[in-house]
């Protein structure tokens, strides 16, 4: 069985930095496709970015400049680095695996919370 599972969600002001982590055991990590996806009250859940491998990634442009994805597949983990952050930020966020069309497994989400 698959689980993900986030990390490092808080409250931060603008212009502040935070760090996710999510750890996934179950299957073969590095096999995987890693994207982390926000939702924001009220509103759809995004895209934010996606690691295809630890030298490949794709970011969605509202973060693009801003937001790092890492990954360290010897321990099962994908990071994302948010530096600058704004109030729109705010959101859920997910971490999943596989495809970012339609990942395969998500985590259950850590809150992050951006005042201004």
């Known amino acids: 069985q698959v689980h993900l599972l986030e990390s490092g969600g808080g409250l931060v002001q603008a212009v502040g930095t935070l760090r996710l982590s999510c750890v996934m055991s179950?299957?073969?990590?590095?096999?995987?496709?890693m994207n982390w996806f926000r939702q924001a009250p009220g509103k759809e859940r995004d895209f934010v970015g996606v690691?295809?491998?630890?030298?490949?990634?794709v970011y969605a442009n509202s973060v693009k400049g801003r937001f790092t994805i890492s990954r360290d597949d010897a321990k099962n983990t994908v990071h994302l680095q948010m530096n600058s952050l704004k109030p729109e930020d705010t959101a859920v966020y997910y971490c999943?695996?596989?495809?970012?069309?339609?990942?395969?497994?998500w985590g259950k989400g850590t809150l992050v919370t951006v005042s201004s």
């Open positions: 690691s295809w491998s630890v030298s490949n990634t």
């Open positions: 999943a695996a596989g495809p970012p069309a339609k990942p395969d497994y």
């Open positions: 179950g299957r073969s990590f590095s096999s995987y496709a």
